[in-house]
C-alpha cells in the first residue's frame, strides 16, 4: 500500500493549547459534561457526610440496618435506566441525553432537600440515580468525540479522575454546614441543595456545547459536523481545512467498515465479531478489576481496615481518610496527564505490578499486627494503604472510562459503555456485601485472596491490553480488527487532506526573511513536499517541522509516514 503523502500529524496545532481560539473554546465548553463526573462523585459521597451530621440523624430517627443499607444502595437501585440509556446516546444525541439525565438529577434533588421522612429520602436517592445513569453514559462520550485529537486521552482520562473532587467537596460541605447551621435541619439541607448546581450549569448551558461530530455523521448531518470541526478544530472557520478534511474522512470511512461489518447495532452486535468479542473481554475484565483490585477495602470499609491494625481514635480515622482523598485525586490527575506520555499499556503494567507489591506488603504488616501484636507494623499499614492508591489511581481511575470509549467503534460505544458500567455495579455490589463479612469471618487472611487475584490481574494485562497512544479514535477502534483497517483509515483521511493541499494554488517557499511564490501542479506539490525534508515552510499558513521534539504524540515514522 502506498502511504499517503501527509497524516494527520501535519495539521495538529503545536504549541500551548490556549494559544488557539478554537481549542481554548471547545475546552471551556468540554467542562460542563467533565463536570458530571464530579456530580457523581459528590452524589455518592454525600450520604456518607450527611450520616455524620447528629440533626440529619435526628430528624430522620436514626436510621440503621436494612433501612441504612437500602438508603446506601438507592442510588444504585436508580440505575435501572442504565439499558436505555446507549438508545437514547445513539437516537437523540450525546446533548439531549446529558441534558435528560440532569432534568432527573435535578428533581431528585428538590425531593431530597424537601424529604420529611427517610422514604421520601431514599425515592429522591433513586431518582438522581436514574438520571446520573443517563448523564454518566451521555458525557464521556461527548468528551472522547468531540475533544481536540491530542487532547482526547488526557481529557477523558480526567473525566473519571473528577470523581474525587466531588468527593473531597461532599466532605467539605458536610463539614461547613456542621459548623455554621448545626442544631437546625438546615445543616443536612443545605448540603442537599448544593447538589443542584451542577445539574442546573448542564441544564441552561448544554446547548451551547457541540454534538459529537460523530453522531452528526452516523446520523447523515455532515455539514453540522464539518463545520463543528472547522471552528473548533481547525481554528478557522474553514471547512476545506486539511485537518477537517482528513478527520471527515476517517468519520465516513470507519462508519461505512462499522456498516459493513455489523449489519445491526443490536445488544447481540457486541459479540458478534471476533473484534467485538475481544473488544468486550477486556472492557469486562478492566471493569471487574477496577473494584476487584482491593481497593474496595478501603473505598467503602476503611473503618475496618484501621481498626484490624490498632486505629481506633475518631479523629486519626477521619484524618486519615480525608487525606486519602486529596491524595488519591492528585495521583488521578497524574496518570490522566501521562497517558499520551507513557502509553496506556505502560501506565496499566506499572499499576498492577505496583499493587502487587504493595497490597503484598500491606498483607504481611496487617498479619504481623494481629498475629504478633508488633505495633510497628499497624503504623507501616498506614502509607502502604496510600502507596497502593497511588499505583491503583495513575491508571484505573483515569483509564477504565477512556480506554473503554476509545476501543469501542462508534455503532456499539453507547452500548458497551453501558455494559462496562453495568459490570461496575454488580462488583460495587459484591464489594458491599462479601468484604465485610469475609473481613469479620478471617480477619487479615482474606487479604490473601486479593493477592491472588492480582496476580491473575497482571497476567491479563500484560496478555490482552493494546497500546493505544498516538492514534485517532477511528484508528484505535479499529486496531481490534485486523492490521488492514487502521491503515486503510490512515490512508483514507491522508489521500483526503493531500487533494485538499495539492489543490492550494499557491505554496510559500522559505522563512519571513525569503518568501517566494509560485503556481504549482499536484505533481510539482507533491516533489516540493517529499524534498522538503526538515526544513520549515507555510503551507495553508501552517509551521511543518519533523524534528521530534515537536511530535511528542503523533509521532511518524519517516520511512512510511504512517501514524503510530
Given at each position: ?211 459529537s461530530p460523530r453522531f452528526l455523521v452516523a446520523r447523515g448531518r455532515e455539514s453540522e459536523a464539518s463545520r463543528i470541526l472547522a471552528r473548533y478544530h ?252 487502521p491503515q486503510d483509515l490512515v490512508q483514507m483521511g491522508g489521500e483526503a487532506a493531500t487533494t485538499t493541499m495539492a489543490a492550494r494554488t499557491t505554496v ?23 524534498h522538503a525534508g526538515p526544513s520549515v515552510y507555510a503551507a495553508y499558513g501552517k509551521t511543518k517541522d519533523y524534528t521530534t521534539e515537536h511530535r511528542q ?12
Open positions: 500500500m502506498a502511504y499517503p503523502e501527509w497524516t494527520i500529524v501535519d495539521f495538529i496545532h503545536r504549541g500551548p493549547w490556549w494559544q488557539n481560539r478554537g481549542i481554548r473554546l471547545l475546552n471551556l465548553w468540554l467542562c460542563l459534561p467533565l463536570l458530571t463526573s464530579c456530580i457523581n462523585g459528590l452524589d455518592s459521597s454525600l450520604v456518607n457526610g450527611l450520616q455524620i451530621l447528629p440533626d440529619w440523624q435526628i430528624y430522620f430517627h436514626e436510621p440503621d440496618g436494612k433501612t441504612l443499607g437500602l438508603l446506601s444502595a438507592a442510588q444504585v437501585i436508580g440505575s435501572i435506566g442504565l439499558p436505555f440509556t446507549p438508545i437514547c446516546s445513539d437516537n437523540l444525541g450525546r446533548r439531549p441525553t446529558l441534558f435528560i439525565g440532569s432534568l432527573f438529577m435535578l428533581a431528585g434533588v428538590a425531593v431530597q432537600s424537601a424529604s420529611t421522612s427517610i422514604g421520601m429520602f431514599i425515592g429522591s436517592r433513586c431518582i438522581i440515580g436514574f438520571g446520573l445513569s443517563f448523564a454518566l453514559n451521555a458525557a464521556p462520550l461527548l468528551i472522547t468525540e468531540l475533544a481536540y485529537p491530542t487532547q482526547r486521552g488526557k481529557l477523558t482520562s480526567m473525566y473519571n479522575s473528577s470523581w474525587y473532587f466531588g468527593s473531597i467537596v461532599a466532605a467539605w460541605i458536610c463539614y461547613a454546614a456542621f459548623r455554621a447551621a448545626g442544631g437546625s435541619i438546615w445543616s443536612w439541607r443545605i448540603p442537599t441543595l448544593v447538589q443542584a448546581i451542577g445539574p442546573i450549569l448542564q441544564i441552561c448551558l448544554i446547548w451551547f456545547v457541540p454534538e481547525a481554528n478557522s472557520g474553514d471547512e476545506r481545512d486539511p485537518l477537517v478534511v482528513f478527520e471527515m474522512a476517517q468519520i465516513r470511512y470507519a462508519l461505512k467498515l462499522e456498516k459493513e461489518v455489523a449489519k445491526s447495532s443490536s445488544w447481540s452486535s457486541l459479540y458478534s465479531t471476533p473484534g467485538n468479542r475481544r473488544r468486550m473481554t477486556i472492557i469486562i475484565a478492566l471493569a471487574i478489576f477496577s473494584q476487584w483490585s482491593g481497593n474496595g477495602l478501603v473505598s467503602y470499609y476503611i473503618n475496618l481496615v484501621l481498626e484490624g491494625v490498632g486505629i481506633s481514635d475518631t479523629g486519626t480515622k477521619a484524618a486519615i481518610n480525608g487525606g486519602l482523598q486529596v491524595w488519591n485525586l492528585l495521583a488521578a490527575m497524574t496518570g490522566a496527564l501521562l497517558v499520551d506520555r507513557l502509553g496506556r499499556r505502560t501506565l496499566f503494567i506499572i499499576s498492577n505490578v505496583g499493587m502487587l507489591i504493595d497490597f503484598g506488603a500491606w498483607t504481611i504488616t496487617t498479619a504481623l499486627y494481629n498475629t504478633l501484636g508488633i505495633a510497628s507494623a499497624a503504623k507501616a499499614t498506614v502509607p502502604f494503604v496510600f502507596i497502593f492508591y497511588f499505583f491503583y489511581d495513575i491508571a484505573y481511575t483515569p483509564m477504565l472510562i477512556a480506554y473503554t470509549l476509545e476501543i469501542l467503534p462508534f455503532n456499539i460505544r453507547a452500548k458497551g459503555f453501558a455494559v462496562m458500567n453495568f459490570v461496575v455495579s454488580l462488583t460495587l455490589a459484591f464489594n458491599q456485601f462479601v468484604n465485610p463479612w469475609a473481613l469479620d469471618a478471617i480477619g487479615w487472611k482474606y487479604y490473601l485472596v486479593y493477592c491472588g487475584w492480582l496476580i491473575i490481574e497482571l497476567v491479563f494485562i500484560v496478555t490482552f491490553i493494546v497500546e493505544t497512544r498516538g492514534r485517532t479514535l477511528e484508528e484505535t477502534a479499529a486496531l481490534f480488527d485486523g492490521e488492514q483497517q510559500r517557499l522559505g522563512d519571513s526573511e525569503n518568501e517566494n511564490e509560485k503556481n504549482v501542479t499536484p505533481r510539482d506539490f507533491m516533489e516540493l513536499r517529499s504524540l503523533y509521532r511518524v515514522n519517516t520511512s512510511d509516514s504512517d501514524v503510530l
